[in-house]
């Protein structure tokens, strides 16, 4: 799977969105863009996926760039609740020996 | 709640003793994974089963091993335990083998003294 890169941090204040960046340069034509958030120590959590068209759930937005070798994960309205690690991940649908591989990922702050 | 459960919770042995994480996945979920997370490690695949078959491994360590049962449950077991094994073990599971869109249960946290 193509590796992403991802800032280590970001602060965002409480009610504004965050915008969430994720470089993946070297992703192929049949690899999607995962995104997971981890709140604390908790069991990551599915947020949301695409390939190459904006995608938007009850959750978040992700806006990939026509070259794909970038996106964004937005959160509208951040919440301290949304105060987490967020995991951007590539990885190919139909490929049921390859398992999700987890980076570092950004660790968001929410501030009131 | 994703409705994946994990069992124990907490743990807490010695060193050289052997322990069994127990994982149920969401109903009708085939497909188990387990991955470990330490402090400097960040979150390691360790292995995969579906519908009790074994169909990927990661860094697992020998002394570690998995199995899925029957009734689809999976159970890890670490035996011959050292320091460094003290983490938190997560299970997930997913319906099919083909979707990244995995359900995490809340973990078991070992830790060994």
């Known amino acids: 799977d193509a590796k992403t890169t991802q800032p280590p941090s970001m602060d965002c204040a409480e009610g504004r969105a965050a915008n969430l960046p994720c470089n993946h340069s070297?992703?192929?034509?049949?690899?999607?863009v995962y995104w997971y958030r981890q709140i604390h120590s908790q069991g990551p959590q599915y947020i949301i996926h695409g390939l190459k068209n904006n995608e938007t759930n009850e959750m978040a937005s992700l806006i990939i760039t026509e070259d794909r070798k970038s996106s964004t994960l937005i959160l509208p309205h951040a919440t301290l609740r949304d105060t987490a690690v967020y995991y951007c991940?590539?990885?190919?649908?139909?490929?049921?020996?390859?398992?999700?591989?987890f980076g570092k990922g950004t660790r968001l702050s929410v501030i009131a | 709640d994703s409705g994946v459960t994990q069992t124990p919770k907490h743990l807490i042995t010695a060193t050289g003793q052997r322990v069994t994480l127990r994982c149920s996945p969401r109903s009708g979920d085939l497909s188990v994974y387990w991955y470990q997370q330490s402090l400097d490690q960040g979150l390691q695949f360790l292995i995969q089963y579906y519908n009790g078959e074994e169909r990927a491994k990661g860094n697992i360590l020998e002394r570690f091993s998995a199995q899925q049962f029957p009734d689809l449950h999976s159970e890890l077991n670490l035996s011959s335990l050292e320091l460094g094994d003290s983490a938190l073990y997560f299970c997930?599971?997913?319906?099919?083998?083909?979707?990244?869109?995995?359900?995490f249960g809340e973990g078991s946290r070992l830790t060994v003294l």
């Open positions: 997930a599971s997913s319906p099919s083998l083909d979707t990244g869109e995995l359900f």
């Open positions: 070297t992703i192929s034509g049949n690899e999607y």
């Open positions: 991940i590539v990885r190919v649908l139909n490929s049921g020996n390859t398992p999700l591989v």
